[in-house]
């Protein structure tokens, strides 16, 4: 099979497409779609923190068809699809023609959903919907009364890139107001309106927010940037109202002070999609098939085929990549 393989020779870690065979284990699927998330970009590049030991496939996403399984509550022919757990970090990952992978976070996907959407969607797609989820939860038991969390304005930081792009489509799907922070307002607002902001600001007006307290703005908040950028936005949070802390790509810092939280009463959720329970999964991708509009995901999603998946890294840290990247394992 082709594969691609993330190599160390002495300090050089460099991302190859290579032939291997084919892998067994309990549940072997025939890989049709994987993408390029912002730690896979990690990974290829060859940044710490992501692979622990190489050689190894990357890819921390995977959607196909089960060709064989040890398990029962697989068959073949299930189009099925996995993120995180593990793959492209601990064990071999879904940038492949072929993987084998545990049962135990393995989705079937629901049957409206393709495996091109279900890539197109992938950790970063999922990731924003626990983060919807978690504000959902948070809104039903707030003592601060119905909506306190999803009733107002609701930002989401990022706003360009896979994580952000699927949570501005989610939340708008479901009638929140958004507003969209971004780094490329000039180029990209008006395509963040096409999938529903209401409203697109500048970034730097989060990060150089300076104060720990400031006007309120908007009632809730999904981040997958961190540092001075969730600081920013903590500041502005409404009294009842929560964060959904997911991503790191400005900085995993946080100098922020606890001011938001106790003269707010503030919640800042965490949101981890890699060891995300099966039940959770399950509802997410549930959720998924019905909230997200696939015109929409057509539109802030790129086909690549495999071997242009590397030269994709650099460019995703760099922040120019924007919506989401599906790689075409089998092209
Ligand atoms: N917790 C989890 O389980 C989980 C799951 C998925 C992803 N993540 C994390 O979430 C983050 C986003 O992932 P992704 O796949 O959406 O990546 P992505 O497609 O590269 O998007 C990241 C976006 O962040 C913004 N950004 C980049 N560099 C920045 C900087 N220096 N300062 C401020 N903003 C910056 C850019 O948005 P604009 O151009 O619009 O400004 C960029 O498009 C990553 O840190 C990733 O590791 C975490």
């Known amino acids: 099979m082709r594969t691609l393989l993330v190599e160390r020779d002495g300090d050089a870690i460099a991302t190859h497409l290579r032939e291997r065979d084919e892998p067994t284990g309990e549940v072997v699927v025939d890989v049709e779609y994987s993408g390029v998330n912002y730690k896979d970009g990690l990974a290829m590049a060859g940044r710490p923190g992501v692979i622990r030991d190489h050689p190894l496939v990357p890819g921390i996403d995977l959607a196909g068809v089960v060709r064989t399984s040890e398990n029962t509550g697989f068959a073949p022919g299930d189009r099925v699809v996995l993120n995180g757990s593990g793959l492209g970090e601990r064990v071999d990952g ?10 135990e976070h393995l989705v079937r996907l629901p049957e409206t959903v393709s495996t091109w ?15 919807v989820l978690a504000l959902e939860r948070l ?5 601060y009364g119905g909506g306190s969390v999803l009733g107002g304005d609701v930002v989401v930081t990022g706003a360009a890139g896979g994580v ?32 529903g902001a209401a409203e697109v600001v500048d970034r730097d007006e989060l990060s150089d927010a300076g104060k720990p307290l400031r006007p309120t703005r908007w009632t809730a908040g999904i981040d997958s940037v961190g540092s001075t950028t969730l600081a920013g ?17 400005q900085g995993a810092d946080l100098p922020a002070t606890v001011l938001p939280f106790i003269l707010r009463a503030v919640t800042l959720a965490g949101i981890n999609s890699v060891d995300a329970p099966i039940a959770l999964r399950r509802e997410a991708w549930a959720r998924l098939a019905s909230d997200l509009d696939p015109a929409l995901l057509r539109s802030l999603s790129t ?11 650099e460019r995703i840290l760099a922040g120019e990549v924007r919506g989401r990247t599906v790689v075409d394992v089998r092209a």
């Open 303 to 313: 086909t690549v085929p495999l071997a242009e998946a590397p030269g994709l890294a």
């Open 94 to 103: 879904g940038l492949t023609e072929v993987a084998a992978v545990r049962a």
């Open 117 to 131: 959407e279900a890539a197109a969607i992938g950790t970063a797609g999922f990731t924003a919907m626990l983060s």
């Open 233 to 249: 936005l903590l500041a502005s949070v409404r009294p009842g109202g929560a964060v959904a802390a997911c991503g790191l790509a």
């Open 164 to 195: 952000g792009t699927i949570a501005i489509a989610l939340l708008a799907a479901s009638g929140r107001r958004v507003i969209a922070s971004t780094g490329r307002a000039d180029a990209q607002g008006a395509f963040l309106r096409e999938l």
């Open 139 to 143: 809104d039903a038991a707030s003592p």
